[in-house]
């Protein structure tokens, strides 16, 4: 059982940065892939990012954070991060982290096996 649980949400103007934090338990962290996704209101699900396990390594956005979002993870303490820069309102949603045993990031929420409970981001304009 891996359990996950998001922090560093708010409200922002903007412009402004967020870093988003997982932080991950129950599992051997480094062997699989973190996903982040989000979901705004009356919309589905949708992937903004993903990074492999240490084995398959990689990192993968969708294009309309691409330049402005990095994930990064520290394996030693079971974390996963998302910096967000440049932030815009249509950012605004509650963003979820989610592991995928397989350890290739995918771009699906249905390939993701344990989901946080989310962090909800607010961009004001």
């Known amino acids: 059982q891996v359990q996950l649980v998001e922090s560093g949400g708010g409200l922002v103007q903007a412009g402004g940065s967020l870093r988003l934090s997982c932080a991950a338990s129950g599992r051997t962290f480094s062997d699989y892939s973190m996903g982040w996704f989000r979901q705004a209101p009356g919309k589905e699900r949708e992937f903004v990012g993903g990074?492999?396990?240490?084995?398959?390594?990689?990192?993968y956005y969708r294009n309309s954070v691409k330049g402005r979002f990095t994930i990064s993870r520290d394996n030693p303490k079971n974390m996963v991060y998302l910096q967000m820069n440049s932030l815009k309102p249509e950012d605004t949603a509650v963003y979820y982290c989610a592991a995928d045993l397989r350890g290739s990031a995918s771009d699906s929420a249905g390939a993701y096996n344990y989901w946080g409970q989310g962090t909800q981001v607010t961009v004001s304009s």
């Open positions: 990074i492999s396990s240490i084995t398959w390594r990689g990192t």
